[in-house]
């Protein structure tokens, strides 16, 4: 399930929210329950690292029972619930050693005077599917992913990760929706780069065979 | 006929179906001449598609869940 909502469950977690505010237990615990595994999802995707992600959701669902009161609803509950993540993720971060980031513009498409592309490209988008179930992808995706720059790392993980729309994202971030577009597109492409030679390794030994 | 820059910079729109059909087709026009961004559109589709479907696979392990709801009843239930 994503925090993309639909009309009804959107109307049934402020009715949540509301009943927890007037003291109600049993509406917090549905909206922990129903808030736990994306919150642990989203730090985890930032950490990479289980134990930070445990700690964050443990802090963020305690901040959510300890806070609620100064949730007044001028954005979406789901919105408040992702900041209050991100920041707690971020907290966590700063006490830890950086990897160090990638240089994202050595990693966009280069052109020539006119416009055209310079790339020297193999298509190794067939056959890739079964890629999904091996262990050594995830890893190396989820390097690939941790290696983007904080700011595109962020909305790639928002928007494809949780499945949030652009509008969304740019609430939740304060960001402009071109704002958004554009870190989402340079961290797709960024990742295509970054994986390629793996992808193209993978390719080129299934077509041995 | 628009530049592969061009192209590219709007590939993400393109397979988000955030663009207007005239700005849409005129991508397609120039894909039907340019393998190369053909290439890249396709490559470009699959990492996508393979990075968001591996992000998208982070599980709650069963054992943090437990923790996690004998935090909350120390924590939220004994001072209440």
């Known amino acids: ?209 | 006929m628009i530049c592969c820059k061009e192209c590219l910079e709007l590939l993400s729109d393109y397979l988000d179906g955030e663009l207007d059909p005239k700005t849409s087709s005129s991508l397609e026009e120039h894909f039907q001449d340019c393998p190369p961004c053909i290439a890249f559109l396709n490559t470009f589709k699959t990492s996508t598609h393979l990075c968001r479907e591996t992000i998208r696979q982070v599980d709650l392990p069963e054992v943090v869940q437990i923790k996690l709801k004998e935090f909350l009843a120390k924590n939220t239930r004994e001072k209440k």
């Open chain 1, 1 to 209: 399930m994503s925090f993309a909502q639909n009309k009804e469950t959107k109307e049934a977690e402020e009715a949540l929210v509301r009943d927890f505010q007037t003291g109600n237990l049993e509406a917090y615990d549905k909206i922990a329950e129903i808030y736990q595994k994306k919150i642990y999802a989203l730090s985890f995707n930032l950490t990479r690292n289980p134990m930070d992600a445990q700690d964050v959701t443990q802090e963020v669902l305690l901040t959510l029972f300890k806070k609620i009161h100064t949730f007044k609803g001028k954005s979406a509950f789901s919105s408040w619930v992702y900041r209050i993540t991100l920041n707690a993720t971020y907290m966590k971060m700063r006490s830890k050693k950086k990897e160090p980031n990638v240089s994202l513009e050595d990693l966009l498409p280069s052109y020539n005077s006119s416009g055209y592309q310079q790339e020297k490209i193999q298509d190794w988008s067939e056959n890739t599917e079964s890629l999904l179930f091996a262990n050594e992808t995830r890893e190396v995706i989820q390097k690939a992913v941790s290696q983007l720059p904080e700011k595109e790392k962020v909305v790639f993980i928002l928007r494809d990760g949780e499945g949030l729309s652009t509008e969304k994202v740019s609430e939740i971030l304060d960001l402009t929706v071109p704002a958004v577009k554009s870190r989402l597109h340079r961290a797709r492409l960024f990742l295509r780069k970054k994986l390629s030679p793996y992808f193209e390794e993978y390719h080129s030994q299934r077509e041995k065979k």
